[in-house]
């Protein structure tokens, strides 16, 4: 047996050692080093169930970007709720700006007598109320806020 130790010995005296070896070994010598690899190993265990679930994780988003089902039907959600804000939005803009054009070309002066007509008109005091309410909602929330 210590013949085989022996040869080992001396088959080991025999193998060059590279530079980047000897940097390696330097390197491993260190206080800090041994200490950082004495904490890995440590949590190893620790280590391994993070990239368990790291690799669940990718493999789960994998399969859920290449599934053409779900990509289609995720589009379909989102077309399916932006769709109806898309039209309000475009119908709001489409009466904003027309009443804005007719606002502009309009030289009628209205009076005191002209805003009491206007008081009577239903989508005005639709606006008044919901001016009232919105008015009360932002008093309530500045008084919550202090």
Same mark, same amino acid.
């Given at each position: 047996m210590s013949e085989t130790i022996t040869d080992v010995k001396t088959e080991q005296a025999n193998v060059p050692v590279s530079?980047?070896?000897?940097?390696?070994?330097?390197?491993?010598?260190?206080?800090?080093?041994?200490?950082?690899? *004495? *904490?890995?190993?440590?949590?190893?265990?620790?280590? *391994?169930?993070?990239?368990?679930?790291?690799t669940k994780s990718y493999d789960f988003a994998q399969a859920a970007l290449t599934d053409k089902t779900l990509k289609s039907d995720t589009v379909g959600a989102i077309s399916?709720?932006?769709?109806?804000?898309?039209?309000?939005?475009?119908?709001?803009?489409?009466?904003?700006i027309e009443a804005k054009d007719r606002a502009d070309e309009s030289q009628e002066?209205?009076?005191?007598?002209?805003?009491?007509?206007l008081l009577k008109d239903p989508q005005a005091q639709k606006m008044f109320r919901f001016l009232n309410a919105f008015l009360q909602v932002s008093a309530e929330r500045a008084k919550e806020q202090k």
């Open positions: 530079q980047d070896q000897k940097d390696l070994l330097d390197q491993l010598l260190k206080p800090e080093v041994q200490e950082s690899l *004495t *904490t890995l190993v440590d949590n190893l265990p620790k280590l *391994t169930e993070l990239v368990n679930v790291l399916e709720i932006a769709s109806p804000v898309i039209k309000s939005a475009k119908h709001l803009a489409a009466n904003v002066v209205i009076g005191v007598f002209g805003l009491l007509k």
